[in-house]
């Protein structure tokens, strides 16, 4: 792999250190979700923050027990393997892309206010550390465990798709969003507590819409990085159950 995913959280969290020691804080970018499956709207998302945020490492963690979406969730084990390969999509970005296992070992719920905290100890309090997420993420900020409290970690990075309306956006959000909206400049220099909203990226996928297209049948590997749907296809990941399959055509009988 052109970037070693199996490197630890706290090789990394020295890296950091040193780099707090020169002109510039360390900067790491976090995507975090459920990736069943990852698609290309991750990997543009990512790289999009990569560019913008100018980070030097950017780490992809699936959810372990996903407090939101129930039992319905495919096993951990192969999100895990497909959110390693959809890493491998942006290796040729200036960031160390990796993915991490932190919240699928993780026991009970995984919340994202206790990853934070986790990496924010990991890294130090003077790197800038950043939760990236997409306009339906910002849309559910409000309904996440102790979302507040992330700003003491995190900044929060959203690229949402054009034409978005933040009046959309729950009152509380709206009311954060308005007193920390900040420049990537400053993104870039703060350890956390700040907004970035890009509106320009025009991807608008999402893993549902993609696991029902895949359960019926249909193509969707343009919507895949091609690790994934590779992966996808060796291990029958997704596949129509017989339930869902259409009944066949009578054939007609000619009784005459």
């Known amino acids: 792999m052109a970037h ?18 020169s002109n510039r804080p360390y900067r790491l970018g976090i995507l975090g ?11 543009a998302l990512a790289r999009l923050c990569i560019e913008h945020l100018e980070l030097d490492e950017l780490v992809w963690i699936p959810t372990g027990q996903s407090w939101q979406k129930g039992d319905d969730v495919t ?18 970005t200036r960031a160390l892309v990796h993915a991490s296992r932190m919240e699928v070992d993780r026991a009970g719920p995984s919340y994202t206010v206790d ?27 409000h309904t996440w465990h102790g979302w507040q409290a992330l700003f003491a970690h995190v900044h929060l990075c959203v690229a949402t798709r ?4 933040l009046a959309e956006l729950d009152g509380p959000v709206r009311q954060e969003l308005a ?10 220099s703060m350890p956390s507590g700040r907004m970035w909203i890009d509106q320009t990226l025009a991807v608008d996928l999402s893993s549902t819409a993609l696991r029902q297209r895949l359960a019926a049948g249909q193509p969707a590997d343009d919507q895949l990085p091609s690790g994934v749907a590779h992966y996808i296809a060796s291990r029958g990941l997704y ?17 005459s």
């Open 75 to 92: 096993p951990a084990a192969d999100r895990l393997a497909m959110t390693e390969l959809a890493a491998q999509a942006l290796s040729d």
């Open 239 to 255: 596949r129509p159950t017989q339930s869902d399959l259409p009944i066949p055509a009578r054939p007609q009988t000619d009784l």
């Open 115 to 141: 990853t934070v905290h986790e990496l924010r100890e990991h890294y130090g309090p003077d790197a800038s550390l950043a939760w990236l997420m997409g306009a339906d993420q910002l849309l559910r900020l």
């Open 162 to 165: 054009p034409g978005f309306d």
């Open 4 to 21: 070693d995913i199996a490197r630890s959280l706290t090789a990394n969290a020295a890296d950091a250190a040193g780099s707090t020691k």
């Open 179 to 188: 007193q920390r909206r900040a420049s990537t400049d400053l993104i870039q």
């Open 33 to 43: 979700g459920t990736f069943d499956p990852p698609h290309i709207g991750h990997v």
